[in-house]
């Protein structure tokens, strides 16, 4: 009998010859899309194969297999969900990824249409239209400034970055600020208000195509400041790169990441009771920096992770406190899944 090895290398071969075979002959076609978010279906049937055949070889050989289809899916599907390639326009809300908080200001545009009509920032239609008529080059390099209104109590802020270099840090008497350049992209930005909601969204994007790499740096920067004063949202979706983001002087309600390949750093404070950071993250290298003043918890899912955890009591595999955690009066808790990543959370 063929020694596992074999089985594995020799059933990989022919899978992907009758694939390719069977495409280039218009007999089977099927999109990756539809198909890659089932991976853990594969790790299954490797587990009941192991349960019910562990004594044969050949099961073993198509055991490992599973699992190398399953990893490659797994990776795959979440790195792809940075990246929305149907998408024409724009959509930040936050419901559409996973639905994890409701708020109230999903509507704002609904609920008071009048007022957005006289106050939203009309630069990001100006460029496009200037862009499809041939006319007009956005600049690689620019600066966005957003005024603060007295009203604002919330804000949104979504960041669709793809590839590149980002920070966000600092305070500024605006709403919102940012400085970007890019040797090949340009960065687009629009705002909107809501008065009977006293809120306002900012969504900064960066335009589709390919990203240069200039002496092993990505070519595309955002260096981002928000205002300390209102109650943030985040969401920031990165498809590579780094992130250095401080978030500690802002009042940071809820906090969402999604990364494909990326090294993050992300420092948060305690300026509210409770606050929310949930990460969907690839293969990435996460560095959470949390004050000793609030209680901590992170619940973990997902496989082949490496984690530290300063100060951190294990609960079970799945979820890690602070001590004291149920009696803190301020709490940040950390939903994150991701595979072949690694987390390191620091108490400063």
Known sequence: MKNSRSIFWGGMLIIIGIFWLLRKLDIFFFHWDAI???????????????????????????????????????????????????????????????NDWDHDDDNDDDDDEGDNDDDKDSDYEEDSNRQEEGSYKKPVNNSYQYEMEDFIQKANFNLEGGAGSFTVKGNTDKLFEADTRSSVLGFLSNTSINKLANSATVNLKMEDGNVKIHKGELSNKADIELNIKPIWTIDLGLGAGSGNFDLSNYKVENLKVSTGVADLDIRLGDKLDNSNVKIDAGVASLGLEIPKTVGCEIKLDGALNLTSFDDLEKINDKLYRSPGFDKATKKIMISFDGGLSKVKIKRY
């Open 36 to 98: 890659l978010p089932y991976w853990p279906v594969l790790l299954i049937l490797a587990g009941i194969l192991l349960i019910l055949t562990n004594k044969y070889t050949a099961a073993r050989g198509l055991v490992g297999l599973l699992i190398v289809i399953a990893v490659f899916g797994g990776l795959t599907s979440r790195t792809g969900r940075v990246f929305d390639r149907h998408r024409d326009n724009w959509n930040f809300n936050w419901n559409d990824h996973d």
